[in-house]
């Protein structure tokens, strides 16, 4: 019997006016693997994304988790069952304390504040947010701390499948070195999974073992990341659209 | 029960209205639409406006219309000044507080204007249109017939600006895609002063319009307000097309169900009218988005 | 932990009802200012009342008066045409304004639609039911029959009056105390800051929305006919839009979410608006609307986070 994947997207279609942002992407996800999802810009990655969270509805194809069919459900009903995301844009609950914003998170499985309290310390720890960050307002901190607390927040709500949207961007190569770190510390201690949108190729390459490479809408390679870098289609699609 | 001419009385007088309405509101759509800025004292302004034509009408002894010449640029300025005083500041900031700061504008400028000018309704002794003709059993006033044909050919005008002017275009293009237009280096700061004057310039030409049969009074500007706003949101950010068939749509709600029902009753049919939109068409009727 | 949140609300309680009770004394029995006094009051619990729907869910809803007006005319009614003593009557009104509210809420806090629409819509609200209600009720002022009683909520003494009122004040203030600390109030405030995002930590923000939006009006609902008893008679013109929207502007003066500053800014914009209106209310009427106006303007621009902020920042100062 074939194992079943945890995301599963068929012939995915989402159109802009006259564009297709998403062109009948079908892509497959197994449990507790990396992948990475890079493309030029422009080439529909956030609004992959933005399908498989619900943000939008897709016009054609359907999506899958864990075998159940979530197309065409609420944005609040996919996350319950087990997908989170951060965004490529940092969008922190400004007026909250850290704290409070990953409480909110906590809440979707942990009813009691007290309880929600502790997971979101938890997880606030596991991340290396500092305990004096915790009491800051969301508008009082740094952009590296915003990644962090949004990557918290979405990991509050305990999720199988995390879709993570440039989270290097804009990081300095120290940071930059510990935001992988931190990943690979998700995905191996906490076992969730990851698909990660990345322009920055050090970040990518060094944590994926399988990237996926979209182009105008569609998906133009997949593979190892030696053999992905290695496609001429992928170097033209990359070349085509920034002649470097 | 009610008559057949009746009925078409009020439809003409509905259209005629409802033209007026979409030039009333055409300032609010763009200044909302470019800006995305939530602007309560539109209606204020307007009101504004409608004492400065009763003034100026009654001091130079001219025509209401006539006083256009002089406050559609004078409303330009002042329109260029509330904006680099108070809408510049909140640019961008939650939509919570762009209304906070201007209904606090609209507040001040009606008990400015019930200070000075006290309650009473104030209207033009005489306007060029005060006549009408007879057609059989209807009436057209001339003055209403005349607001309806300049705000058409305004609106008409101003979809040729939006459409062939660069000014125009990059209005239109940020409306429709804030960071399309920004790659197109267009300057937002400035686009943003000039928008929010050609919109406060629109409000006098409707004042002015508005006195060859209207009143002022201080407040006026609240149902003006309302009104806008509901043709803005039934338009859905269409553009000019989707203010100009709101704006019918609202006049004939008005005209007929003040005929059906009440009078005193014909605000609420046109606000019955807008939740019904909200709840069936949430995007608009008329929108893209 | 467990004892700070339950000493908290124990603390702020008493102060507030010391304050409310020092009020009352310091007007020596003058009727006339105590029933001012329990108009400001009143005033000050549906603007903390507001605090839930627009302070911490963050939706500006201008209606407070049309959810107020309906609560009271129901309650009134009922007991006039049906006997129904008002102790019970005002929570079928409370009721009836949150089934209305719910109605205006559904097609409104769908996910994606402006908030400016919403803003409009409660806006329009107080103007629908002012045309209807003169519809239905003609132009004429109802009174209450002089029957006092504690069934009736209706009272000789002004002073009761104003403590049913202080009452309401008390616990609008802790209907926003426990919702803050539930999670209820962690999900409002969470879409008031952003709604994409708080939908994908997995909440469902309409159904929430809608929570505080029942919140909100069923009080303001049942607070009508308080009103009504201050004011003694009701008509069409209780669904008064300029009243309505100052409920909303002395929740942004006070900072959104601080019920403090809302309680602070009611009171005392309100007092100063009553002192301008007897005082210059034949020579400059709306005086008290122009200083509301000018606040308004200078908050929105310089401190948009309200009085609340305000105050922080000098304690922070100092301290
Ligand atoms: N809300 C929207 N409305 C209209 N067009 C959109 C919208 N969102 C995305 N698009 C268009 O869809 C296409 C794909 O955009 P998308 O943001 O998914 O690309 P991306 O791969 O994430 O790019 P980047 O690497 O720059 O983030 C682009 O042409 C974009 O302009
Ligand atoms: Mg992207």
């Known amino acids: 019997m074939m194992v079943e994947a945890l995301l599963e997207t068929k012939d995915v279609v989402k159109r802009f006016g006259g564009i297709r942002a998403v062109d009948g992407v079908s892509i497959s996800v197994e449990r507790g693997e990396i992948v990475g999802l890079i493309g030029p810009n422009g080439a529909g990655k956030t609004t992959l994304f933005n399908c498989i969270t619900g943000t939008y509805t897709p016009e054609e194809g359907h999506i899958f988790f864990e075998g159940k069919e979530i197309t065409k459900l609420p944005s609040n009903k996919i996350i319950r069952l087990g997908i989170a995301r951060t965004w490529q844009v940092v969008r922190p609950f400004k007026k909250m304390s850290v704290i409070d914003a990953i409480t909110t998170g906590a809440l979707l499985r942990h009813g009691k504040i007290d309880e929600a309290r502790e997971k979101a310390r938890e997880v606030a720890q596991f991340l290396g947010l500092p305990e004096e960050i915790l009491k800051k307002r969301g508008d009082e901190i740094t952009l590296m701390q915003h990644k962090l607390v949004d990557l918290a927040r979405a990991l509050a709500t305990e999720p199988k499948l995390l879709l993570i949207d440039e989270v290097g961007a804009g990081l300095r190569p120290a940071e930059l070195n510990m935001m992988i770190e931190t990943l690979h510390k998700i995905n191996k201690e906490r076992g969730t999974t990851l698909v990660v949108v990345e322009h920055i190729m050090r970040l990518v390459m060094s944590i994926s073992k399988r990237v996926i490479v979209m182009h105008e809408g569609k998906v133009i390679a997949q593979g190892k990341p030696e053999e992905v870098s290695n496609n001429p289609q992928v170097i033209q699609a990359y070349l085509g659209i920034k002649p470097v | ?289 | 932990m467990r004892a700070s949140i339950t000493r908290g609300p124990i603390l702020e309680i008493l102060i507030l009802i010391v304050i409310l009770a020092i009020i009352p004394l310091a007007l020596m029995g003058n009727a006339y200012y105590e029933l001012l006094a329990a108009t400001v009051v009143l005033f000050s619990s549906m603007v903390v009342a507001w605090n839930i729907i627009g302070g911490y869910a963050g939706q500006l809803d201008l209606g407070a008066y049309a959810y107020m007006g309906v609560g009271g005319i129901v309650t009134a009614e009922l007991w006039m045409k049906a006997g129904i003593p008002p102790l019970l009557g005002i929570f079928v009104g409370g009721a009836v304004s949150a089934l209305i509210a719910i109605l205006i809420g559904i097609p409104t806090f769908r996910f994606g639609i402006k908030e400016v629409w919403y803003a409009l819509l409660t806006a329009a609200l107080v103007v629908i039911f002012n045309n209807i209600s003169r519809l239905l009720m003609g132009p004429f002022d109802y009174y209450l029959p002089p029957t006092t009683g504690f069934v009736y909520l209706k009272f000789n003494s002004y002073v009761i009056v104003y403590a049913i009122a202080a009452s309401f004040l008390i616990i609008a203030f802790l209907v926003n105390f426990f919702v803050e600390r539930s999670k209820m109030g962690y999900y409002f405030k969470a879409i008031r800051e952003d709604e994409l995002a708080a939908e994908m930590v997995g909440i469902d923000t309409r159904r929430y929305k809608l929570y505080a939006l029942l919140l909100y009006s069923f009080l303001l609902g049942v607070m009508g006919y308080i009103y009504i008893v201050i004011a003694a008679s009701y008509s069409y013109r209780i669904f008064d839009s300029s009243a309505s929207l100052s409920i909303a502007i002395m929740g942004i003066i006070g900072g959104l979410g601080s019920v403090e500053g809302g309680i602070i800014s009611s009171m005392v914009l309100r007092s100063l608006g009553e002192y301008f209106r007897s005082t210059f209310g034949s020579s400059l009427p709306g005086l008290d609307l122009l200083l509301y106006g000018a606040v308004l303007i200078l908050i929105g621009i310089f401190q948009p986070e309200g009085i609340s902020s305000l105050i922080n920042k000098l304690l922070k100062r100092k301290g």
């Open chain 2, 1 to 289: 029960m009610i008559s057949p001419s009746l009925v078409l009385q009020n439809t003409i007088d509905g259209v005629f209205l409802g033209l007026f309405y979409s030039l009333v509101a055409m300032g609010l759509a763009l200044i909302f639409g470019v800006m995305d800025i939530i602007n309560f004292a539109h209606g204020d302004l307007l009101m504004l406006a409608a004492y400065f034509v009763w003034l100026t009408s009654a001091d130079l002894s001219v025509d209401p219309t006539v006083t256009a010449l002089l406050l559609v640029p004078l409303f330009f300025l002042i329109g260029l000044s509330i904006h680099y005083s108070m809408i510049q500041p909140v640019l961008g900031k939650e939509p919570l507080i762009q209304i906070a700061v201007t209904v606090g504008l609209g507040l001040i400028l009606q008990n400015i204007a019930l200070a000075i000018f006290k309650a009473e309704p104030k209207a033009v002794a005489y306007s060029l249109f005060s006549f009408s003709y007879s057609i059989g059993p209807i009436t057209l006033y001339a003055s209403k017939l005349f607001i309806a044909v300049v705000s058409i050919v305004t609106l008409y005008v101003l979809n040729l600006f939006l459409n062939r002017t660069f000014l125009g275009l990059a209005m239109k293009s940020t409306a429709d895609n804030r960071e399309v237009a920004q790659l197109m280096g267009i300057n937002a700061k400035r686009l943003y002063a000039l928008t929010f004057g050609l919109g406060t310039a629109l409000i006098a030409l409707s004042a002015s319009l508005w006195m060859t049969f209207g009143q002022v009074q201080p407040y006026l500007g609240t149902s003006f307000s309302l009104i806008s706003w509901v043709i803005v949101a039934m338009g859905g950010l269409g553009g000019v097309t989707g203010v100009l068939y709101s704006g019918i749509i609202v006049g004939l709600a008005e005209s007929l169900g003040s005929l059906f029902l009440t009078p005193s009753a014909r605000m609420a049919v046109v606000y019955i009218v807008f939740f019904l939109v909200l709840w069936f068409r949430p995007r608009g009727l008329f929108g893209r988005r």
